[in-house]
T-cell receptor, first 112, second 109 residues
Framework: DVKVTQSSRYLVKRTGEKVFLECVQDMDHENMFWYRQDPGLGLRLIYFSYDVKMKEKGDIPEGYSVSREKKERFSLILESASTNQTSMYLC???????????FGQGTRLTVV | QKEVEQNSGPLSVPEGAIASLNCTYSDRGSQSFFWYRQYSGKSPELIMSIYSNGDKEDGRFTAQLNKASQYVSLLIRDSQPSDSATYLCAVNLNNDMRFGAGTRLTVKP
């Protein structure tokens, strides 16, 4: 079975902190994604990566950056956390092109 | 225009009925289509994928795709209370996976 693991299930951070969300997948997938999910807005794509050191902006990249130094790991960085970044963050991975995405368990981030 | 649109619901059906969920997408080049189920507080899980026009059946679930109309649907036959969840439509274009906002389904015993 595909396993996508996010480093934290729940996280509370202070405004202005630099926050790292980590995601690791064990199926040698080329593609990895970061989404945030808010009530009524569904899943919105922040960034995705189709290869090591490659990244593409999604719909809402502002205030976020990503890092993919190894194929299995994709990190989301909140440079200076703000209260409007309080959300559920979901990492996913997939094989190239047409295939489905598999999700991690999610990280519920609260910024106070 | 949103790339992937779904009725947010809530959609309520009685146990044993057919639940019909709909999705439209804006990019004609979209190549693959998926339905995910998400229980409250959990992450999405894949229930159906469809790549070509027509119907695809898997147990109580049938996905329907019409590329000319840019329309994807999911039918759930013999709906059960355990089917109560939010259903997300996803569309893949060149490695870029986009989701609709989801339709909340409630199946009443």
């Amino acid at each position: 079975d595909v396993k996508v693991t996010q480093s934290s299930r729940y996280l509370v951070k202070r405004t202005g902190e630099k926050v790292f969300l980590e995601c690791v997948q064990d199926m040698d997938h080329e593609n990895m994604f970061w989404y945030r999910q808010d009530p009524g807005l569904g899943l919105r794509l922040i960034y995705f990566s189709y290869d090591v050191k490659m990244k593409e902006k999604g719909d809402i990249p502002e205030g976020y950056s990503v890092s993919r130094e190894k194929k299995e790991r994709f990190s989301l960085i909140l440079e200076s956390a703000s209260t409007n970044q309080t959300s559920m963050y979901l990492c996913a991975s997939s094989l190239p092109l047409l295939t489905e995405a598999f999700f991690g368990q999610g990280t519920r981030l609260t910024v106070v | 225009q949103k790339e992937v649109e779904q009725n947010s619901g809530p959609l309520s059906v009685p146990e044993g009925a057919i639940a019909s969920l709909n999705c439209t997408y804006s990019d004609r080049g979209s190549q693959s289509f998926f339905w995910y189920r998400q229980y409250s507080g959990k992450s999405p899980e894949l229930i159906m994928s469809i790549y070509s026009n027509g119907d695809k059946e898997d147990g109580r679930f049938t996905a329907q795709l019409n590329k000319a109309s840019q329309y994807v649907s999911l039918l759930i036959r013999d709906s059960q209370p355990s089917d109560s969840a939010t259903y997300l439509c996803a569309v893949n274009l060149n490695n870029d996976m986009r989701f609709g906002a989801g339709t909340r389904l409630t199946v009443k015993p």
